[in-house]
């Protein structure tokens, strides 16, 4: 809980614990394809734009990977999303994060894995695109 000015606790900036536990959980047990994007895109090795990984936020979502910078989300789906149910949820979410002026961009695993170089260069376009 933050006190502010009044003498009065509010916890509205402060993410559900189990939450963040979860992302410290996922970014001890990462996808192939998470592991290899982390490696492309840590250290500011694209265009030098800061990426976390596994980073909360709310509503309560943990994002595989977010540009603080640019509000950009990059999220990666496995074998688990290809459902109809887990594609309607992954629109809602990014519906959703667009309100919250997230952009969102989303790569198949296979397609990171693949075709990498590619990744990359569609998240580096996004960046430099002005969506807000």
Not at 7 to 34: F, S
Request: with cysteine; net charge negative; aromatic share 8%.
């Amino acid at each position: 809980m933050i006190e502010d000015s009044g003498g009065l606790y509010r916890n509205e900036w402060k993410l559900p614990d189990t939450l963040i536990e979860t992302a410290r959980y996922l970014r001890k047990h990462q996808t192939e394809a998470e592991e290899l994007l982390r490696e492309l895109l840590r250290n500011r090795q694209l265009n030098g734009y800061k990426f976390r990984r596994q980073h909360p936020v709310r509503p309560g979502f943990i994002l595989d990977f977010y540009c603080a910078q640019k509000k950009l989300a990059v999220e990666l789906d496995g074998k688990y999303h290809e459902s109809d149910e887990q594609q309607m949820a992954g629109e809602e979410r990014t519906e959703i994060l667009n309100q919250k002026d997230i952009e969102v961009i989303r790569f198949r695993n296979e397609e990171v894995l693949g075709h990498p170089e590619q990744v990359l260069e569609e998240i580096s376009v996004t960046l430099d695109q002005d969506w807000s």
